[in-house]
Structures are given as structure tokens and as C-alpha cells.
């Protein structure tokens, strides 16, 4: 895996510089990043986690010199007044860096991470720790910031491993993030769901946006009345690709309506009487309560992440 400008090898010794300095960060949810952010003692950065973690503002001299000037060289400086802010955060995962945009991720092309990735990334790794069969090629729908991908790249070496994007950037973060993970079996390429990319899979993975944004970002407007509608054409374009006992793992979220799921509903009408194994839980019965509060989820009961994983079968 190679990065392809002197802005991307900049941002990849960055990362390469703040992990050699024992950076740790676990981000939390946009309106626990808000809320932490709104206390008077948090105004400005005072280390490497308020700078690149919770994106604060810092003065220069907080930083040292070296690592200033690796964000100047990788273009990530945003001034502040007089001061300064990262355009970039870094997330630890299972051990690894991950770098996507900074807080708030306002613009459309904004490469998201947060505690779905983490609960993504626990799907996946239950998934291949009880299915140690062989794996020889892997996709990942939407990869956003590649963790999905990269994980299951670091965990099966011997697959190729692709992740696919819309988002020119998520796809320039995937490179940097796969670099520096050491995933050298995963490439990156452009791809509306499965349409830019050849042949069957083994394993495709999506986590994609479920959420109904009224400026419909790319990292979070998930279509259709609810938020839905992405993950149902995944659903049904990852279907047509699976090798003989290869599996889908969708992680999603799903409003539900009156104490009934419409998400579960669909998908057991579109597999019934195709010959597939599938499984169907939720994973966690409460994210983005606050979604309730106005727009399309004002007559929703919750919003809960699921995760479907459907195999097809060997002959």
C-alpha cells in the first residue's frame, strides 16, 4: 500500500509520529464530542488528544515542532483566530490509528467515525473468529475511513481485500489509514455499492449511513422515509455477488415504528424462498436518541443498530 502525494506521505508520517508518541483517543458520539467540547476547561487543546482528538483549538506552541510542521506539509493547519485546529482527527481501534475529519464533520464529503465503526468492527471480528475458514476475497460497501476493510485486511493477510467509496476523500483516508496499518492486501478504488468492481466475494462488508440528514451527507443520509433505503439497495446488489458460501455483513441502524421493525420486515420478504442462511440481531437497542426530537423520527419509538449476515450456501 502507497500513498500517492506529498500531502498524503505527510499525513501518514504525522500519524506515524503522534502513534511513536503513545497517542490514544476513543471518539465518542458527535453530541458527546458537543457536550465535553462546551465545558469552560475545554475551550483549548492543553495535549495531543484535545488537538487531534476532540478538535480543539491550540496555540503553536503547544505542539512540537516537528509534528507542526508535519501538519503544515500535509495541508491539515485551519487557522483560528490566533490560533490553530487540525483539520484531521486520529481514532484508535483494536490497537490501530485511524485518521478521518475533524469535529464538526459539516461538509458533504466529511469521512466519519465514531461508535458505530467500533461496534462495525466488533461484527466483524465475531464474524471471523467463528467463521476461520478460508476467505480469499473481501469487499467493503462504503468503506468511509477503511477501518471495516483494514481490520479484516490485518485479520485474513492471504485475501484481497477492496474497499470501495463514492467519497474521493474517503477513499484518499482508506490509502493513508492502510498504510499505516500495514494492510498491504487492500486497495482502494472508486465504486457506486458494487458497480466499479468485477466478479463474486467471500465476505462483503457495509456499514453504511442510516440516518435521514436534511443535508444529505454523504457519511449520514441514508435514504429513503427513514434512513433506510442505502442499506436495502446494498442489500439486494450484494446478494448477486456472493461466492458460494460467502456471507453479507450489514451493520445498520434502523428507526423503529410503533414497537415493529420495517428494516427486519423487508429483508425477510426479499429472502424468503431463496435458499439463503441468514442470522438477525440487534447489537445495540438505542443510538442517535436524539434524532427523535424533530424531522422524520418524531413518531419513532428508538433508532437501534442491527447487524444481518446472510450466507449462501455451498452447492
Known amino acids: 500500500m502507497t500513498t500517492e502525494t506529498a500531502q498524503d506521505r505527510a499525513l501518514l508520517h504525522l500519524a506515524q509520529a503522534l502513534r511513536e508518541r503513545g497517542y490514544h483517543f476513543i471518539t465518542p458520539t458527535p453530541l458527546t464530542h458537543e457536550r465535553v467540547n462546551a465545558r469552560v476547561e475545554n475551550q483549548l487543546a492543553k495535549d495531543l488528544e484535545g488537538v487531534f482528538g476532540w478538535s480543539r483549538p491550540f496555540q503553536h506552541e503547544l505542539l512540537p515542532p516537528a509534528i507542526f510542521s508535519l501538519m503544515d506539509q500535509a ?22 490509528l485511524f485518521v478521518h475529519s475533524a469535529f464538526p464533520t459539516d461538509a458533504p464529503d466529511a469521512v466519519f467515525f465514531g461508535p458505530d465503526t467500533y461496534r462495525f468492527a466488533h461484527a466483524i471480528q465475531a464474524h471471523l473468529n467463528n ?9 467493503d460497501i462504503g468503506c468511509g475511513s477503511g477501518a471495516g476493510s483494514i481490520l479484516t485486511a490485518l485479520a485474513r493477510p492471504q485475501a484481497e481485500v477492496l474497499a470501495v467509496d463514492i467519497n474521493p476523500s474517503a477513499l484518499r483516508l482508506t490509502r493513508i489509514n492502510a498504510a499505516l496499518a500495514g494492510a498491504d492486501n487492500l486497495a482502494a478504488r472508486h465504486s457506486d455499492l458494487l458497480n466499479g468492481v468485477e466478479g463474486e466475494f467471500d465476505l462483503i462488508l457495509a456499514n453504511p449511513p442510516y440516518l435521514v440528514d436534511p443535508g444529505e451527507r454523504a457519511y449520514r443520509h441514508g435514504g429513503g422515509p427513514l434512513g433506510a433505503g442505502l442499506s436495502l439497495a446494498i442489500f439486494d446488489n450484494a446478494l448477486e455477488r456472493l461466492a ?9 441502524g434502523v428507526a423503529m415504528v410503533g414497537n415493529q421493525d420495517p428494516f427486519l420486515r423487508e429483508v425477510s420478504q426479499r429472502l424468503e424462498g431463496r435458499g439463503l442462511q441468514w442470522t438477525y440481531r440487534e447489537v445495540d437497542p438505542d443510538v442517535f436518541g436524539e434524532e427523535l426530537l424533530e424531522g422524520v423520527y418524531t413518531n419513532c419509538d428508538r433508532i437501534a443498530a442491527v447487524v444481518l449476515e446472510v450466507t449462501r450456501p455451498a452447492g
Open 75 to 96: 495541508g491539515v493547519l485551519a487557522p483560528c483566530d490566533t490560533r490553530w485546529r487540525s483539520r484531521v482527527r486520529l481514532s484508535t481501534l483494536d490497537g490501530q
Open 131 to 139: 467463521h476461520p475458514g478460508h476467505i480469499g476475497r473481501v469487499v
Open 244 to 252: 458460494p458460501c460467502g456471507t453479507l455483513l450489514l451493520y445498520t
